[in-house]
Structure formats: C-alpha cells, structure tokens
C-alpha cells in the first residue's frame, strides 16, 4: 500500500464530513488536505483509542519525533510520507502539526475546562489551526482569510462538543466549561451518569441552548471575516461549515438528546449539503 493509498483510506473510514468537502478538491489539494486530515487522525485516535495514559504519552511523544524527521525529509509514518511533498507548496509548517499534538495532549492531562477562555485556546490547537491549514490549501489571498478559518475551526469543534457529550462522559470528560455548568446549576456528576429522568431536565435544555446559541454566534461571526475575495476559493470550508451546522440545528431539532445518542448525518444527506454549497457559492 502506498502512502496515499493509507491516507486515502483512512480519511475515507473516519466518516467524517471534511471527507465530502474533499471530493469537490482538485487532485493535488485533494492530496494535499488529505494527508494533513490523516495525520489529525492518527494523533486523535491516540487519545481515544490507547487506555493506558503512559503509553497513550509515549505515542504522542514519538508523533513529535515524527514531525521533526518529517522536515528533516526522513519521515517514516505513511502519514508523513504522504504530507511531504505539499508542505512548501501549502506553507504547512511544524507549528501546524505540533499544535494538533498539543491539543491531544491535553486531552490526557486534564478532563474539565475552568472556563470558556480555556477551552477556546484548547479548540485553537485542534480545531483553529487544522481550519488554517485548510484554508491555506484550499487558496487564499488575505490574512484576513486565516482568522476567518479559525474562528470557523471553533464554531465547528462547538458543534463536535456539544454532539459528543454523552460519548465524552463515558470517557470520564466533560468539555462544558465548568462555569457554565455552575452557572446553570448542572452538575459535573450529573453529566457523567447520564442518568434519566435528570438527564433531559430544563437545566440541562438551558445549558445546552445557551452552547448552540453560541455555536451559531461564532459561525456568523467568521463567515463576516471572509474576504469576497477569497469566498470562491474557500468553497470547501463553507461546505464543511454548512454540513456542521446542519448537524447542530439537527440536534437542537431533537432536544438536545445528546447524553444517550451521538447524531449523525447520513453520507447521502453531506454529499447533498456539500454540493448544494458548490451550487450557490455559499
């Protein structure tokens, strides 16, 4: 199997929504975006996926040794052997992938965020910066286009939080920031059981109203920071942008029953959406 072969495939198996944005690509950015999304991937996944938190460490440790062989021109992961030949032609540079392995790991070093300042430095390393990178594949003229793909990252991860909250508290995490579950009297425990008939009580419906509010918030307020200039290039973005945020109000559509479901949108349902997107240009 060849390096493309491996992201290719791993980026197809992920389900994910960037997935759909991608077909819309020409092949080289098509390449390029997929190979940065695999690695995403394989860092990701060693957080969800080793139990044992020392070696879950170790592996995050070795991912960093990787980045640096990487532009040493002596990777050794497919992963970065895939990504190699896109990092002068994208501007991707080292920042841009030790930044996803911080935010990995802090996913092992701490399950709670004090406040929303805190979780959004925390979303700015796996989700803003992942937004840059794409944006800087996709094409863009203006740095105003780079503040615009992070503040798009935020909104989407958000969502991503605020699906996964029941999936996060079977882990042990609860991304809300504390003092939003103190200041609608929802307590931590309460989450981690995910227990009925507290579970879907009018608490929690506000609590979670008051996230989805600020989701959307944060979607109006990159879409703003958009040049015109840079909205036909940026295309990509806006379908993944638009599939999220479907997603969110598909959630706020049921109630916010996220602590027993993760919702999901089917493939057929993206791939619409994204060509939808490709269609009006928006």
């Known amino acids: 199997m060849t390096p493309q072969d491996y992201v290719q495939q791993k980026a197809a198996r992920s389900g994910s929504s ?84 911080d935010g990995c790991q802090l996913d092992l070093e701490q399950s709670r965020f004090a406040d929303f300042a805190s979780l959004a430095a925390y979303c700015d390393l796996v989700a803003g ?39 996060d508290a079977r882990r042990g995490r609860i991304y809300l920031p504390v003092s939003e579950l103190q200041a609608h009297d929802v307590r931590a425990s309460e989450i981690l059981r995910r227990e009925s008939p507290w579970g879907y009580s009018e608490r929690f419906g506000a609590l979670m109203r008051f996230q989805a509010a600020r989701a959307h918030a944060t979607y109006d307020e990159a879409f703003a920071l958009l040049p015109d200039a840079d909205r036909e290039a940026q295309i990509p973005g806006l379908m993944m942008a638009n599939i999220y945020r479907t997603l969110l109000r598909e959630i706020e559509g049921q109630g916010f029953q996220v602590l027993h479901q993760r919702t999901s949108l089917t493939p057929l349902r993206k791939l619409w959406i994204a060509a939808r997107t490709r269609w009006r240009g928006r």
């Open 18 to 101: 960037f997935y759909y944005a991608f077909l819309f690509l020409p092949p080289p950015k098509r390449a390029a975006i997929t190979a940065y999304y695999a690695f995403c991937r394989e860092v990701d996944d060693v957080v969800d996926e080793v139990g044992d938190a020392s070696v879950a460490h170790a592996k995050l440790q070795w991912w960093r040794g990787e980045v640096k062989a990487l532009f040493a021109d002596a990777p050794t992961h497919p992963v970065m052997q895939a990504l190699q030949p896109h990092l002068a032609a994208f501007g991707i540079g080292p920042r841009h992938l030790d930044a996803v392995i």
């Open 129 to 167: 910066v992942v937004g840059e990178v794409a944006a800087r594949i996709f094409g863009h003229r203006s740095e105003a286009t780079l503040h615009y793909a992070h503040k798009l990252g935020l909104a989407m991860q958000l969502t991503n939080i605020i699906r996964d909250v029941g999936e």
